[in-house]
């Protein structure tokens, strides 16, 4: 057998393992098992014990999920359009100025809409305020990109 051959099998007997462990180890919905063994064997299904529940519909002011948010902290100077006398809890609109490096040509965009400042903290040994702005944790990966390789703006909503 020659080596790719049995690199081959290989791949192929690791993946086959990985899916038995996945499939024993998966945990069953209820009702996807049957509890009695006697019912199993003879492979009927047990019976039902009454009406299946309905499921809810969504009433009109039922709130939405809540979004997680995390805590993102910049230099206050970072954020363009920013006044250090921004009070908190203020929505704000985070965009992003990607330059050549990044883009064919300048472009604008907005990376988070509705982020709240939480606050702006006192420089500290000599540097900048620091804004602390809350947004949503998938968001979190933009800004620091957008931070990195763009030139960040805020506008506030009002």
């Given at each position: 057998m020659?080596?790719?051959?049995?690199?081959l099998a290989a791949v192929v007997v690791t993946i086959a393992a990985v899916a038995a462990v996945w499939n024993v180890a998966a945990p069953r919905p209820e009702g996807s098992g049957s509890a009695d063994p006697a019912s199993?064997?003879?492979?009927?299904?047990?019976?039902?014990?009454?009406?299946?529940?309905?499921?809810?519909?969504?009433?009109?002011?039922?709130?939405?999920?809540p979004v997680p948010t995390r805590s993102f902290a910049i230099p206050a100077p970072a954020l363009g359009g920013l006044?250090?006398?921004t009070p908190p809890g203020t929505r704000v609109d985070v965009w992003v100025a990607w330059g050549p490096r990044v883009t064919a040509r300048p472009r604008?965009?907005?990376l988070v809409a509705g982020a709240t400042l939480t606050e702006i903290r006192p420089p500290v040994a000599d540097g900048p305020p620091t804004a602390i702005l809350a947004v949503g944790a998938r968001r979190v990966s933009d800004l620091?990109?957008?931070?990195?390789?763009?030139?960040?703006?805020?506008?506030?909503?009002?």
């Open positions: 020659s080596r790719r051959a049995r690199r199993a064997a003879t492979g009927t299904a047990p019976a039902a014990t009454g009406p299946a529940p309905v499921p809810r519909p969504q009433q009109p002011n039922d709130a939405p999920a006044a250090l006398d604008v965009q907005r620091f990109y957008g931070y990195r390789y763009g030139e960040l703006a805020v506008v506030t909503r009002s």
